[in-house]
C-alpha cells in the first residue's frame, strides 16, 4: 500500500534555531518528492521538488534531502524565522504518466517557532 | 503568489444546498486538480481536469462534479451538500511535463450549516 508517515507530529522551536523534518515513504513506482508549506487556512506552496537521481535540494533556508534506497526524505530548516511556523507536507509522485492522479500525501508536520 | 485564484474566499451554505467553487488556473497551465482539506488533515484529492475532460477522479461521490473550460480555468460543484463537506477546498493547476509540479490557490473555505 502506497503511504507517505511524517515525523515528528508536531514540533515548538525557538526562533533562530535549526530543525529537521523527516518522511518515510513506501510509494511505487517513485516518480519524485515534495515538500509544501502550509500556512494555516491557505493553500500549499510548494518548496522542493526531488527525482530519484537527486540527492539534495536547497531553496533558501530550507534543503531537502532524499536517500531513494531507504525511502526516506528530510526537510531541514536552518535559522528559524517566526513566517516558519506552517505545516510541513510530504507529497510522493506514484506516477510518471504526466499526469498528478497519484501523489500520496503525508499528513505533515505542524511547527511553530517561537520568539 | 501562485498566479492561481480561486472564489469565493468563504461560503457558507444549509444542508442540502448546492455550491459552484471557482478556480483561474496560471497561465500556460492545462491541468487543473481539487482538494478537500478538513481542519486538520490533508489534502484529499476529488479530481483531476486536463485539457476540458476528467483525468481521474478520487474516492468522492458523483454529487461531486467538475468542469474546465477552453481558457482551463474550472469549477468544482457540490450538489446535496451534507455537513461533513464543510472543508478548504483546493485547487492546484499545472502543467503536463517532467514535474507535473503544482501551484495552489488559497483554497475555499466551506461551511456546511
Known amino acids: 500500500k502506497n503511504q507517505v508517515e511524517q515525523s515528528p507530529q508536531s514540533l515548538i522551536i525557538l526562533e533562530g534555531k535549526n530543525c529537521t523534518l523527516q518522511?518515510?515513504?513506501?510509494?511505487?513506482?517513485?516518480?519524485?518528492l515534495r515538500w509544501y508549506k502550509q500556512d494555516t487556512g491557505r493553500g500549499p506552496v510548494s518548496l522542493t521538488i526531488m527525482t530519484f537521481s537527486e540527492n539534495t535540494k536547497s531553496n533558501g533556508r530550507y534543503t531537502a534531502t532524499l536517500d531513494a534506497d531507504t525511502k526516506q526524505s528530510s526537510l531541514h530548516i536552518t535559522a528559524s524565522q517566526l513566517s516558519d511556523s506552517a505545516s510541513y507536507i510530504c507529497v510522493v509522485s506514484a506516477s510518471n504518466a504526466g499526469n498528478n492522479r497519484k501523489l500520496i500525501w503525508g499528513l505533515g508536520t505542524s511547527l511553530a517557532v517561537n520568539p | 503568489e501562485t498566479g492561481v485564484t480561486q472564489s469565493p474566499t468563504h461560503l457558507i451554505k444549509t444542508r442540502g444546498q448546492q455550491v459552484t467553487l471557482r478556480c483561474s488556473s496560471q497561465?500556460?497551465?492545462?491541468?487543473v486538480s481539487w482538494y478537500q482539506q478538513a481542519l486538520g488533515q490533508g489534502p484529499q484529492f476529488i479530481f483531476q481536469?486536463?485539457?476540458?475532460?476528467?483525468?481521474g477522479r478520487g474516492n468522492f461521490p458523483p454529487r461531486f462534479s467538475g468542469l474546465q473550460f477552453p481558457n482551463y480555468s474550472s469549477e468544482l460543484n457540490v450538489n446535496a451538500l451534507e455537513l461533513d463537506d464543510s472543508a478548504l477546498y483546493l485547487c492546484a493547476s499545472s502543467f503536463v511535463g517532467d514535474y507535473n509540479e503544482q501551484f495552489f490557490g488559497p483554497g475555499t473555505r466551506l461551511t456546511v450549516l
Open positions: 497561465s500556460g497551465h492545462n491541468t
Open positions: 481536469y486536463y485539457r476540458e475532460e476528467e483525468n
Open positions: 518522511c518515510n515513504y513506501t510509494v511505487s513506482p517513485f516518480s519524485n
